[in-house]
């Protein structure tokens, strides 16, 4: 996807703005049918202590390889999914999990669009019918006539025009990126203030990635939602999100302005995920013995100890296998879990490469 046209991100939030939605320790194992009758009880640990906030009006990346437990995360912030342990706060408020939480009320502020344009609509039901269920459901329509006002309006603020001449529609007869688009249209019926977009283009043509883009990122601006994008793409992020979040198995190990997290990485796993998306615009130094991306994303059923990335690290220490790192603050909002950086520890230049050339602290 060509991103030359995109306007680039704004820069790092006021330093007195309030987030709407806080992550904090969130965790979420799932637990495996036991097929062993004695043995301990195994599970997909697939998110570990993930803390972080979102902001109105300001786009958040959360970016990792797949199995890293992103879309776990928004499940989660959807309420699709009971968090094994942590806690969610709304307008600084914990949010009521488990039972007994009004889960119509919590969706009125935030809504969840998926990476699948052609699973997510019903092919049965005409865009009418899409539309019409959320605002009857949040009581946003008293009326036939009102309602169909409101989904003309939706349409338009999608940009599918003629909206009359979609209106009547069904799924078949539209393209991935016009579904995608009334999906889009579905979540802002409800009038959220948190939007979760799920890889919202991945499944889309090349062609018309950007347009949803720039669709959601109007809209945020717009309406001031406070948007969580998530995808593979580290450098979508760069020019989308104000924010970037980079998970590892499960782990956040860096985030901060996306400015900062794409032309800085400090993690190795953000550095590696940036080698492997070459972006134009970032500066490479090819002399410097670029290192090879080693072994895959393991299992999160009995995962590395410490440091997930330990075993793909080129700057592995000891004590990355004996426990993660706290969170070092690099200012500016920029952060990271590593031992390579905090107290102590050398800083270790980026080359635009994975490698680098300074040897870290030993423990
Ligand atoms: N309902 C589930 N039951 C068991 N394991 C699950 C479930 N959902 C996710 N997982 C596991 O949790 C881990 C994280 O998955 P998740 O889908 O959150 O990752 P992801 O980063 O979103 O990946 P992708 O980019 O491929 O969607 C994976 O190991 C996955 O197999």
């Known amino acids: 996807m060509s991103l030359s046209n995109v306007t680039a991100s704004k820069p790092v939030r006021d330093a007195g703005a309030q987030p709407i939605m806080e992550a904090e320790h969130l965790r979420k194992e799932f637990p495996l049918r036991q097929i062993k009758v004695f043995g301990a009880a195994q599970a997909v640990r697939a998110v570990e202590d993930a803390s972080f906030s979102l902001y109105p009006g300001r786009a958040t990346a959360l970016v990792g ?213 070459p972006d134009p615009t970032r500066v490479k130094n090819k002399d410097k013995g670029q290192l090879p991306a080693r072994g895959e994303i393991p299992s999160l059923i009995n995962p590395p100890t410490g440091c997930r990335f330990h075993p793909r690290c080129p700057h592995a220490m000891p004590v990355c296998k004996e426990r993660f790192p706290g969170r070092t603050d690099l200012g500016n909002g920029h952060w990271t879990n590593c031992f390579l950086y905090g107290d102590g520890a050398q800083p270790i230049p980026y080359t635009g490469t994975t490698g680098t050339t300074t040897t870290a602290r030993a423990e």
């Open 65 to 277: 390889e797949s199995g890293s437990g992103k879309t776990t995360i928004a499940r989660m912030l959807a309420r699709l999914y009971e968090p094994t342990s942590g806690t969610l706060r709304f307008r600084d408020e914990a949010v009521k999990l488990g039972r007994g939480a009004n889960l119509n009320d919590y969706r009125s502020h935030v809504q969840l669009v998926f990476q699948d344009p052609f699973a997510s609509l019903n092919p049965v039901h005409s865009v009418r019918y899409h539309l019409s269920r959320p605002l009857r459901i949040y009581g946003h329509a008293r009326n036939r006539i009102q309602e169909t006002e409101q989904i003309l309006a939706l349409l338009r603020r999608v940009n599918l025009t003629p909206a009359e001449q979609f209106i009547e529609k069904f799924p078949h007869q539209l393209s991935g990126g016009q579904r995608q688009r009334i999906a889009i249209a579905r979540a802002l019926a409800v009038q959220p203030e948190v939007l979760l977009a799920d890889e919202p283009v991945s499944m889309l043509d090349v062609s018309i990635r950007l347009d949803i883009l720039n669709l959601l990122r109007r809209l945020k601006d717009e309406e001031q939602l406070a948007l969580l994008y998530i995808t593979h793409d580290i450098a979508s992020a760069r020019y989308f999100a104000e924010e970037t979040l980079v998970m590892y198995a499960g782990q956040m190990v860096e985030g901060g302005p996306s400015e900062e997290v794409t032309q800085q990485p400090k993690h190795p796993y953000t550095r590696l995920l940036l080698s492997a998306a």
